[in-house]
């Protein structure tokens, strides 16, 4: 499984942004969770959102994010999506995508430990100026 991110950039406060993640493998896109998480120089990868296999029907959200910060996925192009508005510095992170197979009992909040998760991307950079 390769993932590859993509849309981070140079924003400011209150601005919007959507990041795009790649998925590549023999393997299913749909059979997989997928994940954003974000991290800081100095600080723990921390999770952002993330998005049920299938036809990713069910979502979730860090607190930080709740309400500003969308996930969703388009198994038809074998891509996710974190749509981010109302852009704040404390945002600024480089941002991972990842992925992790789908697992019954794994939903909410125990979907949320970076240590999950099987495979990562590159992470795309993403500032928000004040």
């Known amino acids: 499984v390769q993932l590859q991110a993509s849309g981070g950039g140079l924003v400011q406060t209150g601005d919007s942004l959507r990041l795009s993640c790649a998925y590549a493998?023999?393997?299913?896109?749909?059979?997989?969770?997928m994940g954003w998480f974000r991290q800081v120089p100095g600080k723990a990868r921390e999770f952002v959102a993330t998005i049920s296999g299938g036809s990713g029907s069910t979502t979730y959200y860090a607190d930080s994010v709740k309400g500003r910060f969308t996930i969703s996925r388009d198994n038809a192009k074998n891509e996710v999506y974190l749509q981010m508005s109302s852009l704040k510095p404390e945002d600024t992170a480089v941002y991972y995508c990842?992925?992790?197979?789908?697992?019954?009992?794994?939903?909410?909040?125990?979907?949320?430990?970076?240590?999950?998760?099987?495979?990562w991307g590159q992470g795309t950079l993403v500032t928000v100026s004040s």
């Open positions: 493998s023999g393997r299913t896109f749909s059979d997989y969770r």
């Open positions: 990842a992925a992790r197979r789908r697992v019954p009992h794994i939903v909410g909040v125990t979907a949320t430990p970076p240590n999950g998760y099987d495979y």
